[in-house]
C-alpha cells in the first residue's frame, strides 16, 4: 500500500522494478560507494566518516544534511549503537528514510474541496523541469481512478506551452481550457473553473508559465491566479505541487525556496530521477524544504510516474538486487 495524495491504493507490479531500475545510477552513486567505504574496514576512524560524508555530498544529499546525519552515525558509534564498520549502511539508510518520512515543518494535508467542487491543484516551477508533462501523467493518473480531470492552460507566455497541453489532452481523451497566447492567466483559470463546476470535472489541474522565480512581478501573478481561484472555489487552490528537476541537484532547493514562500507550494513532484546520479537530492529536499516529496518522474512515457513512498524508496537503493 502506498499513501498518495488521495489516500492509500494498491500498487501495480512492477511499478518496484520500475523505480529500482530509474535509480540504479544513483544507487551506484551513493549505496555502492558507501559499501566501498565500510566492508572490510577494521575500525570506525574520522577517515570513515570522511568519506561517507563525501560519498553522500557526491549523491547530491547536500553539505548541511550530509553533515546533520554524519553527526547521528558519529552518534551512534559513540554510543555503541554500532560497533563494525559495516553496520554503518544500515544506519546510514535508517537516517535517510527517517528523514525522508518527516520532511518537517512545511508539509500539510492537501485542502479538500467543498462537496461536489472540483479539486483545484496548480503546477508550479521553473521551465524545462517539467510541469506539463508532469500534469499530463497526473491527469492519467486521475483519470485511472475514475475522475475526470480538466486541464487549464494557463502557461500563457508561449504558444508553444499551449499547444503542447493540448497534444496531451486529445492523446489522453480529456477537456482543456484555454485562451489566446498573452492572455491572463487567471482569466484563463476563471475559465476553467466555471466550466468544471458546470461539467463536475475533478480536478482540475493548471499549467502554469516557467515564471522565473527571481522575477518577483511573476510570483505577484502565481499570487493573483491563487486569490482568482480561491474566489471561485473555496480553499483553491487545494494542492500546490512544485515541479522540480533532480538532475539540477542543489540549485532546484533555491528556486524551490521562493516558490515555497511566495506560491505555497506544498508538495514536489521531482522529475528525471531516471536521468540522474544524484538521487540523494530527495533527502535534501525533505530535510532542508520541509516538504514531502509526493511523485517521481522516471522517464517521458505517460506512465512515468510514480506516487513517492520513502519506505520504497529507501528499498529501491539499500535492498540487494
Ligand atoms: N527522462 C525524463 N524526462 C522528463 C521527465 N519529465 C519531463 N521530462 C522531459 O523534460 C522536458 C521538459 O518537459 P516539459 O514538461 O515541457 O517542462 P516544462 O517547461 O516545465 O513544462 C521534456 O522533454 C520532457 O519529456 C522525467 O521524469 N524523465
Ligand atoms: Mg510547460
Known sequence: MV??????????PGLFDRLRNAVASTKAQLVERVEGIVEGREKIDDEVFDELEAALIAADVGVKTAQEILQRLRLAVSRRQVTEARQLRG???QEILAILENPGTQASAPKRPPEGLPEVIFVVGVNGVGKTTSIAKL?????QQGRRPLLCAADTFRAAAIEQLEIWAGRLGLEMVKQKPGA??????????????????DP??????????????????????????????????????????ATTGQNGLNQARQFTQRAGARGIILTKLDGTAKGGVTVAIAR??????????????????????P???????????
Open 3 to 12: 499513501q498518495t495524495l488521495f489516500g492509500s491504493q494498491e500498487k501495480k
Open 91 to 93: 544506519a546510514l539508510e
Open 139 to 143: 491527469a492519467a493518473y486521475y483519470a
Open 184 to 201: 491572463d492567466p487567471s482569466a484563463v483559470i476563471y475559465d476553467a473553473l466555471a466550466a468544471a463546476k458546470k461539467r463536475h470535472d
Open 204 to 245: 482540475v489541474i493548471v499549467d502554469t508559465a516557467g515564471r522565473l522565480h527571481t522575477k518577483s512581478n511573476l510570483m505577484t501573478e502565481l499570487e493573483k491566479m491563487c486569490r482568482i481561484a480561491g474566489r471561485e472555489v473555496a480553499g483553491a487552490p487545494h494542492q500546490v505541487l512544485l515541479v522540480l528537476d
Open 288 to 309: 532542508e524544504l520541509g516538504l514531502p516529496i509526493l511523485f517521481v518522474g522516471i522517464g517521458e512515457k505517460i506512465d512515468d510516474l510514480l506516487p513517492f513512498d
Open 311 to 321: 519506505k520504497e524508496f529507501v528499498a529501491s537503493l539499500f535492498q540487494s538486487a
